[in-house]
C-alpha cells in the first residue's frame, strides 16, 4: 500500500473512533486541547500560510466531533493559538503544549485530541515529519505512548 494510501486509512480510521465518542467529548479542556492541537500541526514547521490556515479552519468547520461546540469559539481559539506560534514558535509552543496538556486528565479526551491532531495532518494527504514531531510532543505531554498511534 503506497504511503498515501496509508496516510487517508490512518485519518478515516482515527476520524471513525472519533465520531464514535462525540458524546463522551464536550468537555472545555477537550475544547481548548482541540483547537491547540490544530494550531500546533498547522504551524508544526514554524510558519502558516493563508491557505493551509483556511483549509484547517475549514476542516474545524466540518468536523463532526468538533460540533459539539460553536463554530465561531472555535474558531477564535484556533486563531489565538495560532497567533502564538507565529509570533514566537518556540515560546508559543510552550503555551500551546500547556493548553494541550489541559486532556490530559481524561484518557479518553487525550487520546481524541491525538486522534485530531493526526486528523488534520493527514487531511492534505501528507502527514509530514514536521507534523508527526510535534503530534509526537503532544503525545508525551499527555503521557501517552506515541507508538499506540503508530507515531
Known sequence: MALWDRIKESASTMQTQLVAKKNDLKSGAFRDASMAMCALVAAADGT?????????AQLIATNEV??????????????ENLNKLTTDFAF??????????????????????IQIGIVIGGADGDFDKTEQA????ACFTLDLPPHEFDL
Open 92 to 113: 508559543g509552543k510552550v503555551s500551546v503544549l500547556q493548553e494541550i496538556a489541559k486532556a490530559k486528565k481524561k484518557p479518553a479526551e487525550a487520546r481524541a485530541v
Open 134 to 137: 510535534v503530534v509526537r510532543e
Open 48 to 56: 502558516i500560510d493563508p491557505a493551509e490556515r483556511q483549509r484547517v
Open 66 to 79: 468538533l460540533q459539539n461546540f460553536p463554530a465561531d469559539d472555535l474558531r477564535r481559539r484556533f486563531e
